[in-house]
């Protein structure tokens, strides 16, 4: 008897305690859920970078440069709004097309306003910082407040704050350039304004008949990727299948090079991404 009542008397320090243990389980979930919100939402966290500018002052940097764009970067929908990366910008050329939000706010010249820039080009020589964004002429510019962008040329080199951002290009398809040097045996092609992530972890090619197997291309260099074929020629057209790096979405242009195609035509295709992360 005395065991049961020793039993009874501790009852209500049990039940305080599960009534505490209770509480703390919901403060934790709590706390998480607003942690996954901050994490959510850290695409709009500004960081810190350095920013320089290369080029015509009121120029794209380069012709293309190290992404093989070339004389796109000048005209729309790019208008010369470019910039080269440093590596971890550049990413061996995955990270061409990629789209960022860049301002500066430290000097008196600066807007404070952001520009969005893509990544074009890469500056091998932009080491010192860990994030480095060498930007055209026009770009840089444009951070200044209206009528002074000569002059924040002039200081050459700022402390900017920049982030990631989705590329949007209306109106405009997905533009697909068949490299110059492309032929029946050997095809290789740059993907240029795409929306959304704007960077490639890889491309995938179809090609016409009743072989409905997708093979792999590789990653040439900057926005090019290519396939050669191991002795019979390459059968037109070819569909072409898009993953990104950033989420791994993909997307199909299908038969978007058709029969007859020519090396250094442009091919266009209006493109959907899966909206789900592969």
């Not at 960022?100 to 600066?110: A, D, P």
């Not at 074009?120 to 951070?143: I, K, R």
């Not at 490639?200 to 009743?210: A, K, P, T």
Request: glycine share 12%.
């Amino acid at each position: 008897m005395e065991y049961y009542s020793f039993i009874l008397r501790l009852l209500p320090l049990f039940s305080t305690i599960a009534f505490l243990l209770l509480l703390t389980c919901f403060n934790i979930s709590a706390a998480n859920s607003n942690n996954s919100n901050v994490t959510t939402s850290s695409s709009s966290t500004w960081y810190p970078a350095r920013a320089t500018w290369y080029g015509d002052p009121h120029g794209a940097g380069s012709d293309g440069g190290a992404c093989g764009y070339g004389d796109a970067v000048e005209n729309p929908p790019f208008s010369s709004m470019v910039s080269a990366g440093g590596p971890s910008l550049f990413k061996s050329g995955h990270g061409c097309g990629a789209c960022y939000q860049v301002k500066c706010t430290g000097n008196g010249v600066c807007s404070g306003e952001p520009v969005t820039v893509a990544i074009a080009d890469l500056c091998p020589g932009c080491l010192s910082e860990q994030v480095h964004f060498d930007m055209s002429g026009t770009a840089f510019g444009a951070m200044a407040i209206p009528g002074e962008d000569d002059r924040i040329r002039d200081v050459g080199v700022l402390t900017v704050q920049y982030m990631r951002v989705e590329c949007k290009y209306p109106g405009y398809d997905v533009a697909f350039y068949v490299d110059s040097g492309s032929n029946p045996y050997y095809f290789a092609v740059a993907v240029e304004y795409e929306g959304g992530d704007g960077d490639l972890w890889g491309l995938d090619l179809m090609q016409g008949g009743s072989d409905h197997s997708w093979l792999p291309m590789q990653h040439s260099w900057g926005a090019v990727w290519m396939l050669s074929s191991s002795g019979s020629q390459l059968r037109a057209p070819f569909s072409i299948r898009l993953t990104t790096l950033s989420t791994h979405r993909t997307a199909i242009a299908s038969r978007v090079i058709p029969i007859g195609w020519k090396p250094g035509s442009t091919y266009r295709f209006r493109i959907q991404f899966s909206s789900v992360s592969a």
